[in-house]
């Protein structure tokens, strides 16, 4: 029974995700003390260090717009689904990218005696409570999956899920006018999300991650202090500029500021 | 960091409100931990759950199933992780403290 990392990384024109999955796999040595498998199809540089190398063609050539880089770019994403059968692990822990490891937190997930658990709810680091629209998505505000975090056992269930976010992937057209979600762009939470509520029966009680994501956004500024420390700049409700201070595993948005802080780590 | 940014970076003042939600936050997450087969969240809670029940017993765990647990040990158990956590979680938040 082998246990390990997987984490997806194709390049575009202005993200460096390779460079970002090999910043996160040192911190994943250090708190977790699991093997990274990336999932590439970019040629590994020397000083990189992965445990394996899957190299795959990148699906899902979307346009996104993301907020910092006030442009649109590239997003090769559609490769996630295929997490279950890519993953040389039997059990598995996917991370985006841009997830950052920052504590052993992720240890417990491996202890909990599930198939297939994701995050059900995340949280804006700085308190904005619009953030809780992120929870849902379509017209019909159905419970949001994030696919940021997802771990996995080899099993008949979980084999299952990613079969279906494979069917909702290919056939995402239909998916986004049965759920009337808005945005065009494909996204691994509502593939995840309409998969999970299919494969329970509609019932939307699988069981997930018994802890909330914490989310830095585009839209705050992140810097590092610290060996896991952080800095998050952020204007508050009252329209004021407030920080705080991060010591937890977070998902970083803002992918320009969390590419300067591995330039700078580097 | 350009003048404009460093301006307003030595301009913000320290939440510490919402910092001591995401503090709160993160320490849901580490009271958060598996024994017997089963995933549990020490607290107040299921320490008097435990209290109220000797040698043998059966509880829920966070994912509704049932678990054989040994009530005195795992008493100890759940005691020692809400001390263990409580106390990092107090001196996170007498370090947030000084930042006001």
Redesign the interface.
């Known amino acids: 029974m082998t246990t390990g990392v997987l984490i997806f990384a194709f390049n575009n024109q202005h993200i460096d995700y390779l460079a970002m999955a090999n910043w996160s796999a040192q911190n994943i040595r250090r708190h977790l003390k699991l093997p990274v498998a990336v999932v590439t199809d970019s040629t590994i540089p020397q000083q990189y260090h992965f445990e394996q190398v899957i190299y795959a063609t990148p699906e899902g050539n979307y346009e996104r717009r993301f907020d910092d880089l006030n442009q649109p770019v590239t997003w090769y994403n559609g490769n996630r689904v295929d997490a279950y059968t890519l993953s040389p692990w039997s059990n598995t822990l996917v991370l985006d990218a841009d997830y950052v490891v920052a504590s052993n937190?992720l240890k417990?997930v491996l202890?909990?005696?599930?198939d297939f658990v994701a995050h059900q709810r995340a949280?804006d680091?700085?308190?904005h409570p619009n953030f809780n629209e992120h929870n849902t998505f379509g017209q019909y505000q159905m419970p949001m999956w994030w696919a940021t975090v997802m771990f996995f056992r080899r099993s008949e269930q979980a084999q299952l899920i990613f079969e279906s976010m494979q069917t909702i992937r290919n056939n995402w057209n239909h998916y986004k006018s049965l759920y009337n979600i808005s945005r065009t762009t494909y996204r691994n939470d509502y593939a995840l999300s309409i998969a999970l509520g299919t494969v329970n029966g509609h019932v939307l009680n699988h069981?997930g991650i018994?802890?909330?994501l914490?989310t830095v956004t585009h839209n705050q500024?992140l810097t590092q202090v610290d060996v896991d420390r952080y800095r998050v700049?952020?204007v508050?409700q009252d329209g004021?500029?407030?920080?705080?201070?991060?010591?937890?595993d977070f998902h970083a948005m803002g992918k320009v500021q969390l590419g300067d802080i591995i330039d700078n780590y580097s | 960091m350009d003048t404009e940014n460093l301006i307003a970076h030595a301009r913000a003042r320290f939440d510490h409100a919402v910092a001591k939600r995401t503090l709160r936050e993160k320490y849901q997450g580490k009271l958060i931990f598996a024994y017997a087969g089963g995933m549990w969240q020490a607290g107040p809670e299921l320490l008097t759950t435990l209290k109220c029940c000797t040698g043998t017993a059966i509880i829920l765990d966070l994912y509704e199933t049932p678990i054989k647990v040994n009530a005195e040990e795992f008493y100890e158990q759940v005691s020692q992780r809400w001390q263990e956590q409580l106390n990092a979680w107090l001196i996170e938040y007498e370090e947030l403290n000084k930042n006001r």
Do not use: E
């Open positions: 937190q417990t202890d909990i005696d599930q949280y680091v700085g308190g069981p018994p802890w909330s914490a500024r700049d952020f508050a004021k500029p407030k920080w705080l201070y991060l010591t937890q």
